[in-house]
């Protein structure tokens, strides 16, 4: 079946480094892919998604490009703040007909930045 | 806009007790997501549900887990006989159109 596979956490940086996660997904079809960020005692937030091949979603300074020939949709960032600690979960939503929509998660990596 | 409410935020129960766990979607959505979130693992489908149907309940155990969103009021994850395995974060989330999906803040279920 559909799985997504994410890099075991925790990832911890100082300010400004560069932030990569990686993330990788199995799936039979086109599926679309997704960035979600956790914060502490909250709710999902969508940062990001891709729904086709070679596209590349983007906000507030991150970024993930769909790639089909490797199947991965690794999560950049050029410079995190303290502020962006928290955890980040890789998903996708199967395509085709007959898709519910329904979202495969990776298992998240937590992100601690520190001053 | 509001966005997903959950209630309660926090439940406690005793085991064999039964959890009701609501969820109120986005004005405007008509799809419903629950997923639950055991510790230190990411989210599990678990049910979708439109107005007065259920979609897909594949992640769903078979026993005391049940669902419902009605024509009117939120969407309900009921847990009739709760046990200790059952302790999770259950998040719900709404869709307009069965895509893009908004989460709630989650209700955090202990069973003692």
């Known amino acids: 079946g559909d799985s997504v596979t994410q890099m075991e956490g925790p990832v911890t940086l100082s300010e400004e480094a560069f932030l990569t996660i990686n993330c990788t997904y199995t799936a039979t079809g086109y599926p679309s892919l997704f960035w979600y960020v956790q914060y502490p005692g909250e709710g999902l937030q969508l940062l990001l998604k891709a729904t086709k091949a070679d596209d590349k979603g983007s906000n507030k300074g991150f970024e993930a490009t769909y790639r089909k020939e490797t199947t991965s949709f690794h999560l950049e960032k050029g410079s995190v703040q303290v502020s962006d600690s928290a955890v980040y979960f890789c998903a996708l939503s199967a395509g085709g007909s007959g898709n519910t929509g329904k979202l495969i998660f990776g298992q998240g990596t937590t992100l601690q930045v520190k001053p | 806009n509001a966005g997903v409410m959950q209630n309660p935020r926090h439940l406690v129960r005793r085991r064999g007790q039964e959890a009701r766990l609501r969820c109120s979607p986005m004005?405007?959505?008509?799809?419903v997501y629950w997923y639950r979130q055991l510790p230190e693992e990411g989210l599990k489908f678990m049910v979708y549900?439109?107005?007065?149907?259920?979609?897909?309940e594949s992640g769903m155990p078979k026993e005391r887990f049940s669902a419902e969103f009605p024509k009117e009021g939120p969407s309900i994850l009921r847990i009739q006989q709760v046990v200790r395995g059952d302790s999770a974060a259950y998040f719900c989330?709404?869709?307009?159109?069965?895509?893009?999906?908004?989460f709630g803040p989650g209700t955090r279920l202990t069973v003692t």
């Open positions: 989330a709404s869709s307009p159109r069965g895509d893009e999906q908004y």
């Open positions: 549900l439109q107005k007065e149907n259920i979609i897909d």
């Open positions: 004005k405007g959505h008509s799809h």
